[in-house]
């Protein structure tokens, strides 16, 4: 993996990298082993733990914690931004350093990637999809890179010297937003909806951020897209990869994971495989393989006939409705958190058929009664324990209570991750019988 890489040859050089979280980090890493001159930023003055600063000062890394200052970035050459840092907030800190090239780690550790690299984004299923591909190309004998936007990431790989046939990486919005030379191999769009009108300014830049995994790519590429989407991106001119469409199938009814948009991942996956030399029987088997990830559609287990679901990776309205779509029992839905944007509308036509009840919990209150307040039973708790006890009182035997909040978690957890865990960890705490919760 080291064939592009050689110690000291951005000597000289000067870079500025924007958050201190992992990509960032990771960027520093690579920026001071290739021997640029590092400055490590961050507002946070405890963005890094004491162990991690050590190390990156100890590599020869500036770290600057707190607010940003315009000399921080004079003379810099290069500027690489953390996901979620928008170029808009840093105009008046740039001016110090007008012709630095912006981009972010993932394309800065695509330069120095020599193996081929093949990219997944899209709204909902990114990381399942990007799971499930690394382990079907695991499956039939491949090495293996998988990570990106999802566990390590590719700048702390290259570094690594860790020989791989394919890196699968989970690509996002925000990674794209100013690439100029990212080219993957294969690149895969799942689908597309409303979410991160938090940071895009609409829909129309989000999805041009998302067409820039595409758009450098060539004739020797191929693009993976959803036919739902195929009259609208065949007006565009995004890519001159070869494009191929795609959409839910039962191809593979030996698998784990359930509902409609899990066939339509399956479906991708299997193009995307394909396209790297795997053999339809060696999908099926990697396929049949796969156990789903946690926090997404994870059966937590039941209680007084009450099933529990955590799906606390859906972070968007789509998402939501994939997960309830996937379940022919009543569902009482757990919603709340920082609300991203999207069309909370899509999940009225399932309200009285499989949403039985809704309970909110954390921000956003005023978002979700607005949209379905006298639509369907609706309540708020001030937290999820509060939110998951109501909901498990009134439940009966068949129910299923859900956690797919359709938001970020920020308001009251550090990720999905601690959401999901806590949701798991009341769960436990729960009587087992229907009559201990009247």
């Known amino acids: 993996m080291r064939a592009l890489l050689h110690k000291g040859q ?23 082993y290739l021997g640029a001159g590092v400055r490590l930023l961050d507002r946070n003055p405890e963005a890094l733990a004491p162990e991690v600063l050590a190390e990156l000062e100890a590599s020869g890394v500036t770290v600057l914690l707190g607010a940003h200052k315009k000399e921080q970035f004079r003379g810099a050459q290069m500027v690489v931004l953390s996901p ?4 808009a907030k840093l105009v008046e800190f740039l001016k110090a350093c007008p012709d630095a090239q912006v981009l972010s780690e993932l394309e800065l550790a695509s330069w ?18 990007t799971s499930l591909i690394g382990h079907i190309l695991e499956s039939a004998g491949r090495r293996v890179f998988v990570g990106g936007n999802i566990g390590t990431p590719l700048s702390d790989h290259v570094l690594s010297g860790e020989p791989c046939d394919v890196a699968v990486l989970e690509v996002s919005s925000f990674q794209l937003q100013n690439v100029k030379s990212f080219k993957p191999t294969v690149a895969v769009l799942l689908n597309f909806s409303g979410n991160h009108l938090d940071f895009h300014a609409d829909m129309e830049e989000y999805l041009q951020a998302k067409l820039q995994c595409f758009a450098r790519m060539d004739a020797k590429g191929l693009a993976i897209l959803p ?25 593979f009814p030996e698998n784990n994971l359930p509902g409609a948009h899990n066939r339509s991942n399956m479906e991708a996956a299997w193009l995307a495989c394909k396209a790297l030399g795997v053999t339809d029987d060696e999908v099926r088997r990697g396929v049949a393989s796969f156990r789903p990830l946690g926090h997404r559609i994870e059966t937590v287990g039941e209680k007084g006939g009450v099933l529990f679901v955590d799906d606390s990776k859906a972070t968007t309205v789509e998402a939501m409705r994939a997960a309830v779509e ?29 949403i039985a009840a809704v309970g909110l919990f954390g921000a956003s209150r005023e978002v979700f009664e607005g949209a379905w307040a006298g639509k369907v039973p609706l309540f708020w708790a001030e937290d999820l324990d509060k939110a998951v006890t109501r909901l498990y009182r009134e439940a009966a035997p068949g129910d299923v209570i859900l956690l797919s909040p359709a938001t970020a978690s920020f308001d009251q957890y550090s990720g999905y991750k601690a959401r999901g865990e806590h949701f798991q960890r009341i769960f436990e705490s729960l009587p087992d019988e229907r009559e201990a919760r009247q």
């Open 10 to 32: 951005l000597a000289g050089h000067e870079a500025v990298v924007v958050g201190a979280a992992v990509s960032g980090v990771a960027a520093a890493r690579l920026l001071a």
């Open 84 to 87: 979620g840092v928008p170029v």
């Open 227 to 251: 036919l739902e989407m195929r009259a609208e991106l065949e007006k565009r001119s995004f890519t001159g990869a070869r494009k191929v469409y795609f959409t839910a199938s039962n191809r």
């Open 112 to 129: 120095f990637c020599d193996a081929p690299i093949l990219a997944v984004t899209g709204t909902n299923g990114k990381t399942t999809t």
């Open 326 to 354: 996937s379940f022919e029992r009543p569902v009482r839905l757990l919603a709340g958190g920082v609300f991203k944007g999207g069309d909370l509308s899509i999940l009225e036509p399932h309200f009285g058929t499989r």
